[in-house]
C-alpha cells in the first residue's frame, strides 16, 4: 500500500526545534497534513519520543521512535527503531558519547522534555547538537545491535550531509538507503493518485527511480579536489552560474554518487508545525510501522 510518511521530524528537545513542537502538536498536525507514518528523530535523544508515541496511539498515526545521531566527522544519520524500549536503551548509551558541554538556550534553544503524558515535565541541561564519538561507518553496526536501522541524513544538503563532508560516498559504509530532500524529485503524492509512482524520471534525464530506487547511468560522482566543484558561487559553482543552474548541477552530481540499490526517503527535516509538510512523499510499505519500513528496505 501507499504511505504518506515524514521520517525526520524534530520536537521541542531539539534546541534548534520551535517551542511549540510539542510531541503532541507535531503528531496532531502530521494528522491534519495527512500522514500516515511519522517518525520523532530529536537530535542526539529519544526522550520525547514516549510523548509522541503516546499522542500517535490516541490519533491513530503510524509512529517510529528514533534519533538523528551527529557523528564524529559532524554528519546526520537518521537512526530508526523497532519500539521505545529499544530508542531509550539506546539513548542511554549516546548520553555517554556525547561532550558535557551546558545548553545555552539563549543562544541555542530550549531543549524541553515532556512526560509520556503529553506535559511539560523540564528540560535537558546538556547541549544536544554536537557530535557525538561514533563515526558514520560504525553507526550502522551501532544502531543494529539495538535492532534499528539507519541512514544518512539529508545528503543533498551542504550542512552535514555526508556529501558535502567527506566528499563522497564511502564504499563500506552499510546502509540500505539514504535522505534527501524536495529538490532531487521523489515520486509524491499527488503522482500516486495520478498512477505514475512505479517509474519517474529525473528532470536532469540521467536517473530514474522505481519505487524509491535510483537507477543511474553513471554512480560516479564528479568531484575536484577532494570535494563539491568550488567557485565564486560556493561548493559545486562555478563563475556565472545561476542559482538554478547551480541546484540542477548539485542534483546531477548527488544522484551519481549513490550507489545503487540505495533506496532513497524524502523527509521533512521540520523545526517548527509550519514546517511540516502535507502528505507529499508516498513509499509503497505492507504496514505504516517500523516493520512494513523495514521490509520496503530489504
Known sequence: MKIAADLHIHSCLSPCGDDAMSPADLVGMSLLNGQQLIALTD???????????????????????G??????????????????????????????????????????GGQILYSPGGEPCGSEPRLLITGCGVSILDLPRMIRGYGGICYPA?????????????GFWPEELDVKAAEVSAMVGLPRAADSAAG???????ESGEAEVENGEWRTESREWRVENAGLRTGSGGPGVENGETEAERGELRKR???????????????SDAHRLQDL????????LESPDFSGLCKWLT
Open 43 to 65: 537530535h542526539n535523544t529519544a526522550r520525547n519520543c514516549p510523548a509522541a508515541a503516546s499522542a500517535a496511539a490516541a490519533y491513530g498515526v503510524g509512529f517510529i521512535p
Open 67 to 108: 534519533v538523528e545521531v551527529t557523528t564524529s566527522e559532524d554528519i546526520h544519520a537518521v537512526c530508526l527503531f523497532p519500539d521505545l524500549a529499544s530508542a531509550l536503551d539506546f539513548d542511554r548509551t549516546l548520553y555517554q558519547l556525547i561532550p558535557d558541554i551546558p545548553n545555552k538556550p539563549e543562544i541555542f
Open 154 to 166: 539529508h545528503i543533498d544538503r551542504e550542512g552535514n550531509g555526508l556529501l558535502s563532508i567527506l
Open 196 to 202: 505514475r509512482t512505479g517509474e519517474r524520471r529525473a
Open 253 to 267: 552530481e548527488i544522484l551519481r554518487a549513490i550507489p545503487e540499490g540505495i533506496k532513497l526517503i524524502c523527509a
Open 277 to 284: 509538510p502535507c502528505a507529499e512523499f508516498v513509499l509503497e
